[in-house]
């Protein structure tokens, strides 16, 4: 079975600096499909960002931008010029092709002022 | 981007009823939903798959004679809590999957707490 880890709960950045959240997963796939979803304190779950596995070019949106090494099957996720609207919990997330979402257990970003 | 909608957002009720929770994807089709639980602060865990037009798959441990879904159309889907306890209270969340697409996303309603008394 396919399992996601987050290693951090909890991070913390000041506002307009740079902070990476780490993901490692395990699969035994070739083709599958890696993303970020973003739960702020309303709870709605929002995309961030995703990955295709066969593609090799990190992906990448406005501020949002993934750190994808498919032989070391980690997947983390930086944010560049943090906002206060940018705290949440962050959730890695895998598929398979057509599949089910796994989800990591989540980390908790705060962004300081 | 595709729209979730998941109603209601909020819904107390009396230990021993029941509770129906409706799914819809606004502007697309959907053969796929997929129910959530989650507890605060903690991730999801996937309850089910809603298949349209025929019946849904449970996880393991999820009792799908106390969480019944329906799948009825592309564009609703439906959870409904039987006879509720207090240990039922949670934040449920669904997701569909777009059809027209090919990148595999799926996408959230925004959730609803379920408080049992």
């Known amino acids: 079975a396919q399992t996601v880890t987050q290693s951090q709960p909890e991070m913390s950045v000041q506002e307009a600096e740079t902070v990476t959240l780490s993901c490692t997963y395990d699969?035994?796939?070739?083709?599958?499909?890696l993303f970020w979803y973003k739960q702020p304190p309303s709870r709605q779950m929002i995309l961030v960002i995703r990955?295709?596995?066969?593609?090799?070019q990190n992906a990448t949106e406005n501020r949002f931008s993934v750190n994808f090494q498919k032989a070391a099957k980690s997947f983390s996720l930086k944010i560049s010029d943090s906002q206060l609207g940018d705290t949440a919990m962050y959730f890695c997330a895998f598929m398979e092709y057509g599949n089910k979402l796994v989800f990591g257990a989540g980390t908790i970003l705060r962004v300081k002022s | 981007g595709a729209v979730v909608s998941q109603h209601p957002s909020r819904v107390i009720c009396k230990s021993g009823t029941s509770v129906k929770i409706e799914c819809r994807s606004l502007d697309f089709q959907a053969t796929t939903m997929f129910w959530y639980r989650q507890f605060p602060k903690k991730s999801l865990m996937l309850m089910a798959t809603?298949?349209?037009?025929?019946?849904?798959?449970?996880e393991q441990g999820v009792e799908k004679d106390k969480f019944l879904i329906n799948h009825a159309s592309l564009t609703l889907s439906t959870l409904t809590v039987t006879s509720a306890h207090p240990e039922d209270s949670s934040f449920y969340i669904c997701s569909a999957r777009d059809l027209r697409s090919d990148k595999n996303i799926q996408y959230f309603g925004a959730g609803t707490r379920l408080s049992v008394l």
């Open positions: 990955q295709e596995a066969y593609k090799q």
């Open positions: 809603s298949n349209e037009g025929s019946k849904a798959t449970y």
């Open positions: 699969t035994s796939e070739s083709n599958y499909y």
